[in-house]
């Protein structure tokens, strides 16, 4: 994972590069990883449980941007990286609402995708805690209407 950027429509291609040179070698041992995904960028909350906000903001902290490690990879034989600004982490298991929609990444698609999940969440009266994770499947190179993007809500 990776912390502290603080454009949110370019943090994805700042974060991109030093990520994936953790996995492409540059880390202890020199271990090339499969590359995964989704890539996931979410806002640093000030406090875990807080309302999701209608736009994708940096955190206090700015945007966390993480890459999904290889099944087999795990925080016992995980590399460790050689960039101080790439941190490991595991994430425990969660059930999140999913929204899934194609194109270019904007504020303006992000926005409107996630206020259609949130009208579904509470029609449906299920809540939802923290952060809105934008999670990416796809390389730079894939043609905007070829490309799965997601937004994932934390469930209560």
Not at 4 to 13: I, M, S, V
């Amino acid at each position: 994972m990776l912390t502290g950027l603080r454009q949110c429509d370019r943090t994805g291609n700042r974060a991109f590069p030093i990520l994936a040179g953790y996995i492409f070698g540059k880390n202890k041992g020199e271990r090339k990883l499969a590359m995964t995904a989704p890539v996931t960028q979410a806002p640093v909350p000030a406090k875990l449980d807080m309302t999701a906000p209608v736009t994708q903001s940096a955190g206090p902290d700015g945007i966390l941007v993480q890459f999904v490690l290889p099944k087999d990879i795990n925080m016992d034989n995980a590399p460790l990286p050689l960039d101080a600004r790439v941190r490991l982490r595991e994430v425990p298991p969660k059930q999140v609402a999913v929204i899934r929609y194609s194109g270019f990444w904007s504020q303006a698609n992000y926005a409107r995708h996630l206020a259609e999940l949130q009208a579904a969440l509470r029609a449906a009266n299920i809540t939802w805690t923290g952060e809105p994770v934008l999670s990416r499947y796809n390389g730079p190179m894939t043609l905007w209407f070829m490309r799965r993007n997601e937004i994932w809500l934390n469930l209560d």
